[in-house]
Every structure is written in C-alpha cells, then in structure tokens.
C-alpha cells in the first residue's frame, strides 16, 4: 500500500543500523526551519521590554524592591521601561515623579543607560533604559567570584571533623 511515505536510515553506524518510515520531504523541510530559526536568532536573543510601574509616593523600600527586578532584567539582557503612573491630584505635582525617575537612575548607576528620556504619555510618565554591556559583564564576574568564594569557605567548613570545632 502506496503512503507517500520513505524508509529512511537514521544511524547507519548502529549495529543493526536504524531506519524509519517517514515523509523525507517533509522531514528535509522541517529541519530547513529549524536551521534557519536558529540562525535568525544571531549571538543572543532579541531583548523584550519587561516593565517596572510605580506610583510618585512610592516608598524607598519598595523602589529597592521593585529595581531589584529592573535589574535582574538588565542581567538578563532586557530593556526596561520605568513608568510613574499619576492619579487625580498628583498630575499636579509632576515634578515629584521626575525627581522618582532621576533616583531610579541613580540607583541602577552604571548599569544602565537612557534610551528613551523621561516623557509624559497621558497619566503616565515613563522612560526606557538599556542595559550597558560592559557593566553588565562586569558585574556578572564579580557575581561568579562571590558565588565560588561562598562555595569555597562552605568547603572549608565541611571538611573539617565534628570533634575538632
């Protein structure tokens, strides 16, 4: 019974060797696709925008805590698009969202750039930055040398008996 379909050899250095039934054609095809995905993709990925929202009065505890995510995206190669978002009265007092923004910058430092400057949308003022590759990398190597000098004193700790403590 004619399928359409091929006996392909799979591992012809496996004793027996491996054959499979299949569509060639589409096989062929389907593999095309992924070569060609995987070379569209270049080095790296292509950086998403990822979002870190906050209000004007956002409290200093919570702007650490919120840019300790902006920075884990900056780790990672992503954009990040800082937005104040201003309720009622507080468009009044735009200025007290500005000052928000300059202290996101000051607080990433060198980390980041400015892609885009702090700009009204709407109630919503935002600006996106970028990660600087040099710092980041930086900061990766010094990162990996914490981590191993941790992983060295908890060997240090653990190779010595319970009686001599």
Do not use: W
């Amino acid at each position: 019974m004619e399928e359409g379909l091929d006996l392909v050899e799979v591992a012809p250095n496996a004793r027996p060797p491996v054959c499979r039934i299949m569509d060639y054609g589409k096989y062929k095809y389907e593999q095309k696709k992924k070569l060609a995905a995987t070379k569209s993709k270049g080095k790296g990925r292509a950086a998403s925008l990822k979002e870190v929202k906050m209000r004007p009065n956002t409290d200093d505890h919570d702007l650490e805590f919120k840019l300790k995510n902006a920075r884990k995206f900056l780790m990672d190669g992503d954009k990040v698009k800082v937005t104040v978002m201003f309720r009622g009265r507080e468009m009044a007092h735009r200025k007290v969202g500005y000052g928000k923004l300059d202290r996101v910058k000051e607080l990433l430092g060198e980390l980041v750039t400015v892609e885009n400057p702090p700009m009204m949308s709407g109630r919503f003022l935002s600006m996106i930055l970028v990660p600087n590759r040099e710092a980041v990398e930086a900061e990766k190597r010094i990162e990996a040398s914490q981590q191993a000098q941790a992983e060295d004193t908890k060997e240090e700790g653990a190779e010595a008996p319970a009686g001599e403590a």
